[in-house]
Nanobody
Framework: QVEFVESGGGLVQPGGSLRLSCTAFGSTVDRDPLGWFRQAPGKEREGVACISGVDGSTGYGDSVKGRFTISRDNVKNAWYLQMNSLQLEDTAVYYC?????WGKGTLVTVSS
C-alpha cells in the first residue's frame, strides 16, 4: 500500500507558476516511473508528465510541453511538477501516480 502527500495546488492568474509536490510513503519508488495526471471538469483524466525510474528521461503531454517540468528526488521519495505560463485550460485536479497507486489530487485553478 502506497500513500501520498500532495501539495502545491492553488489559485493562480494566467501566466503564473505553481510547483506541485508528491511524496510517497509505504514503498520506495526510486526505481519506478512516476507520473502526473490531471482531470478537468467534465473531461477525462489525461497524462501530463512522466519520468523514468531508470535514466530519468521524461515525457509530456502535447498541451504542456515547454511549460511544465517533472523532476524527482529519490532521497526524499518525492517527485514534482513545475508549471509555468499557466493557462485557463490548465485548471484541473492534478494527481500523482506510481505503480498503480493514485494520490488524492490537488486542485489547480487558473483564473484572472
Amino acid at each position: 500500500q502506497v500513500e501520498f502527500v500532495e501539495s502545491g495546488g492553488g489559485l493562480v492568474q494566467p501566466g503564473g507558476s505553481l510547483r506541485l509536490s508528491c511524496t510517497a510513503f509505504g514503498s520506495t519508488v526510486d526505481r519506478d516511473p512516476l507520473g502526473w495526471f490531471r482531470q478537468a471538469p467534465g473531461k477525462e483524466r489525461e497524462g501530463v508528465a512522466c519520468i523514468s525510474g531508470v535514466d530519468g528521461s521524461t515525457g509530456y503531454g502535447d498541451s504542456v510541453k515547454g511549460r511544465f517540468t517533472i523532476s524527482r528526488d529519490n532521497v526524499k521519495n518525492a517527485w514534482y511538477l513545475q508549471m509555468n505560463s499557466l493557462q485557463l485550460e490548465d485548471t484541473a485536479v492534478y494527481y500523482c501516480y506510481v505503480a498503480g497507486y493514485w494520490g488524492k489530487g490537488t486542485l489547480v485553478t487558473v483564473s484572472s
